[in-house]
């Protein structure tokens, strides 16, 4: 038997909106245990993707150090208003300030070896399933291990 994306993939796809902010997608992605969310028009067209780990950037210490130094800069040596600071350090952006715009997808009619090379020569978690353009699921290596397993493929 031939498997496919679409046999393996999670469908409905769970996807944010371009104006959904960060804090919303972090939201998304702990309440329903994923780890990105496609970030699609309202037409269901792939506009790019938001995971984990482009949420997390913000914290990293060297992020925390450049901002620190603009800061300073845009103070020169005078005190600045806490609530201004405050503003400064609120995270008001959205999924399209923060998502990867160039997303490999994959088609529903894939094969798993095709779609395995895809995901291992790109270091892809999880990708997009589209038909036309739009957004139908998402499949992660997960899937396509647990594929794997069900099927005992073996590779050629």
Same mark, same amino acid.
Request: charged residues 25%.
């Given at each position: 038997?031939? @498997?496919?994306?679409?046999?393996?993939? #999670? &469908?409905?796809?769970?996807?944010?909106? *371009?104006?959904?902010?960060?804090?919303?997608? &972090?939201?998304?992605?702990?309440?329903?245990?994923?780890? &990105?969310? *496609? @970030?699609?028009?309202?037409?269901?067209?792939?506009?790019?993707? @938001?995971?984990?780990?482009?949420? %997390? !950037?913000?914290?990293?210490?060297?992020?925390?150090?450049?901002?620190?130094?603009?800061?300073? +800069?845009? &103070?020169?040596?005078?005190?600045? *208003?806490?609530?201004?600071?405050?503003?400064?350090?609120?995270?008001?952006?959205?999924?399209?300030?923060?998502?990867?715009?160039? +997303?490999?997808?994959?088609?529903?009619? /894939?094969? %798993?070896? =095709?779609?395995?090379?895809? /995901?291992?020569? =790109?270091?892809? !978690?999880?990708?997009? $399933?589209?038909?036309?353009?739009?957004?139908?699921? $998402?499949?992660?290596?997960?899937?396509?291990?647990?594929? @794997?397993?069900?099927?005992? %493929? #073996? *590779?050629?």
């Amino acid at each position: 038997m031939t @498997v496919t994306t679409a046999d393996i993939m #999670t &469908a409905p796809a769970i996807c944010a909106a *371009p104006e959904t902010t960060i804090a919303q997608v &972090a939201s998304m992605l702990a309440s329903n245990r994923i780890s &990105a969310v *496609p @970030v699609c028009a309202p037409d269901g067209t792939l506009l790019g993707i @938001v995971s984990e780990g482009d949420i %997390l !950037k913000p914290f990293s210490e060297s992020f925390r150090r450049r901002r620190d130094w603009w800061t300073g +800069v845009m &103070a020169e040596g005078e005190s600045l *208003p806490r609530d201004f600071i405050e503003y400064l350090r609120a995270d008001l952006r959205t999924a399209s300030d923060l998502m990867v715009r160039h +997303v490999i997808a994959a088609e529903e009619d /894939m094969l %798993l070896p =095709h779609l395995a090379d895809l /995901m291992t020569r =790109h270091g892809i !978690k999880r990708m997009p $399933v589209v038909r036309a353009g739009k957004v139908v699921g $998402v499949v992660s290596r997960s899937d396509l291990v647990s594929a @794997v397993a069900k099927s005992q %493929l #073996t *590779p050629d």
